[in-house]
């Protein structure tokens, strides 16, 4: 059974309410998408795109997985698993620290939120992509994609996973942090809209 039906189990279904009271920035837009049913025993995935004027800056998904008798290599009987997409400027892509920068990115949105997980795991992966023949008047194009799971200590945090992974995907989109405070300038992280 996947989903926060009445079946599944009280923890699962206050951990889907979690997600669901959670509150993004505006250019961050979740969606409900199917959720992989061999992972676990039950599921809950949302899709998440970041959108500024028209143009889609980043996208991925976010599945919160729950095994009622736990797991092993999880070191709990819940798991967040995680993607997250952006196109860079090719500099920025080009640049040899990038992956340990963008593991970074995740490990202090999570921190800047009080939570600690356990077992984290995940894979930074650049491509760049150069264009030729009929598509030869299209830039060059950098994209990093960041694979990441981890298990949180307190199913009840959910939602707080959940922003954390939210501004994660806003940072690797080039959007300022938000602060109470206001905004901090960052460096900019895109060219411009994904071509078709």
Do not use: K
Request: charged share 25%.
């Amino acid at each position: 059974m996947n989903g926060p039906g009445a079946e599944a189990p009280y923890a699962f279904r206050r951990a889907v309410a979690a997600l669901g009271a959670a509150r993004p920035r505006p250019e961050v837009r979740l969606a409900p998408m199917p959720a992989p049913r061999r992972l676990a025993p039950y599921a809950h995935a949302l899709e998440a795109e970041v959108t500024v004027d028209g143009a889609e800056l980043a996208d991925g998904r976010f599945i919160l997985l729950h095994s009622p008798q736990g797991d092993e290599t999880w070191r709990g009987d819940f798991r967040v698993v995680t993607l997250a997409r952006a196109d860079l400027d090719p500099e920025l892509g080009a640049d040899p620290l990038l992956p340990e920068v963008a593991w970074s990115w995740l490990m202090e949105a999570l921190e800047g939120r009080g939570l600690a997980p356990l077992e984290e795991s995940g894979t930074v992966t650049r491509a760049g992509s150069y264009f030729f023949g009929g598509l030869g008047d299209r830039p060059p194009r950098t994209e990093v994609e960041l694979r990441a799971s981890w298990t949180p200590r307190d199913p009840e945090e959910a939602g707080g996973h959940l922003l954390a992974w939210c501004a994660l995907l806003a940072q690797c989109a080039g959007l300022p942090p938000e602060t109470a405070g206001g905004t901090v300038a960052a460096f900019p992280r895109r060219r411009g809209p994904r071509p078709v």
